[in-house]
């Protein structure tokens, strides 16, 4: 009986997480795409940053700032947008309420954590710039 009044909601739960994940992905690839560009058209500016005397710890701590910045931006931006999305349907749908407050703070951390870890790539790509390369480099 419990199972059966039940079952609607567990397929909900199965279908959005399914979304969820997909959204985290591309998310991730996302972030991850555009530190690489970065990264790779500055790899001019590395090697001279390596060769005037910068460690590479900097370098790669700078990138890792970047894909930070990126990802604490977008996260703000989709909790705006969330709620501003919740005030617009919940004229029309009397029944919409915003998540508490834990599940938004989770949700954050994870995309902050994910999208540091796909920014981690690229950040030790570019602490790993030989400087001689580089300087050559068009």
């Known amino acids: 009986m419990k199972a059966?009044?039940?079952a609607p909601n567990r397929v909900n739960a199965m279908v959005f997480g399914g979304f969820?994940?997909?959204a985290l992905t591309i998310a991730i690839v996302g972030v991850a795409g555009v530190l690489a560009f970065s990264v790779s058209s500055r790899t001019r500016e590395f090697g001279v940053r390596?060769?005037?005397?910068s460690e590479?710890?900097?370098l790669l701590g700078r990138v890792?700032?970047?894909?930070?910045?990126i990802a604490i931006s977008?996260?703000?931006?989709g909790v705006v947008g969330g709620f501003a999305l919740v005030?617009?349907?919940g004229r029309f749908i009397p029944d919409v309420s915003v998540p508490e407050l834990l599940p938004l703070l989770g949700a954050a951390a994870v995309l902050a954590g994910a999208a540091i870890l796909a920014s981690l790539m690229p950040a030790l790509r570019a602490s790993r710039v030989d400087v001689v390369q580089?300087?050559?480099?068009e």
């Open 134 to 137: 580089a300087l050559r480099s």
């Open 64 to 69: 890792l700032g970047e894909g930070a910045v």
């Open 87 to 89: 005030k617009l349907v």
């Open 50 to 53: 390596l060769a005037i005397g």
């Open 20 to 22: 969820a994940g997909m």
């Open 56 to 58: 590479p710890r900097h």
């Open 74 to 77: 977008g996260i703000v931006a």
């Open 4 to 6: 059966e009044v039940l």
